[in-house]
Antibody, heavy 119, light 107 residues
Framework: QLQLQESGPGLVKPSETLSLTCTVS??????????WGWIRQPPGKGLEWIGS???????YYNPSLKSRVTISVDTSKNQFSLNLSSVTAADTAVYYC???????????WGQGTLVTVSS | EIVMTQSPATLSVSPGERATLSCRAS??????LAWYQQKPGQAPRLLIY???TRATGIPARFSGSGSGTEFTLSISSLQSEDFAVYYC?????????FGQGTKVEIK
């Protein structure tokens, strides 16, 4: 049973870069069985798929965020990360790390972490 | 991107009654449709994928149907733990997209 845990700053200033890390336990991030990714949810609103990455490092991003997003994998730490640049208040959200295996639907979710963009 | 529209926004149901939630896609997504349940302060939980296949551990009172652009999630006899927000999600086209959610509340 995979377990995912997000970590990172809860407050980011406008125009700066939001950086989050997801630590995976109960399985290897190098497994060919899983993809890893990020989804966000603004307070009181719906869900938005940010992007995903395979064990080999092939990344796929939502076109609406593609110019600002980077997702990467650190196999030595069994972690993957999200960087979102040039943030504004519209990027304030709960950020979930996630994993899926047999299609672009999420089998495993982290508990989520609230990131607020404010000066 | 494909727009997913859920109805109604809020559904008021008495415990023990049946709930029927709808989800419509702006273009065909075949059967590449998932449903999630989200309770306050929690991450969503996968209920249904492939439009009608229950995820591991999901009770039989949850059922999904539909294909193409019209989908339904039914909860046959609502239990207290089923009052939550439900989201549909298409995964036929990139990027995957979610509906805006249906809140199932106690009547």
């Amino acid at each position: 049973q995979l377990q995912l845990q997000e970590s990172g700053p809860g407050l980011v200033k406008p125009s700066e870069t939001l950086s989050l890390t997801c630590t995976v336990s109960g399985g290897s991030i190098s497994s060919r069985s899983y993809y890893w990714g990020w989804i966000r949810q603004p307070p009181g609103k719906g869900l938005e798929w940010i992007g995903s990455i395979s064990y080999s490092g092939s990344a796929y991003y939502n076109p609406s965020l593609k110019s600002r997003v980077t997702i990467s994998v650190d196999t030595s730490k069994n972690q993957f990360s999200l960087n979102l640049s040039s943030v504004t208040a519209a990027d304030t959200a709960v950020y979930y790390c996630d994993s899926y295996s047999s299609g672009w639907f999420i089998d495993y979710w982290g508990q989520g972490t609230l990131v607020t963009v404010s000066s | 991107e494909i727009v997913m529209t859920q109805s109604p926004a809020t559904l008021s149901v008495s415990p023990g009654e049946r709930a029927t939630l709808s989800c419509r896609a702006s273009q065909s997504v075949s059967s590449d449709l998932a449903w999630y349940q989200q309770k306050p302060g929690q991450a969503p939980r996968l209920l249904i994928y492939g439009a009608s296949t229950r995820a591991t551990g999901i009770p039989a009172r949850f059922s999904g149907s539909g294909s193409g652009t019209e989908f339904t999630l039914s909860i046959s006899s609502l239990q207290s733990e089923d009052f939550a927000v439900y989201y549909c999600q298409q995964y036929n086209n990139w990027p995957p997209t979610f509906g805006q959610g249906t809140k199932v509340e106690i009547k």
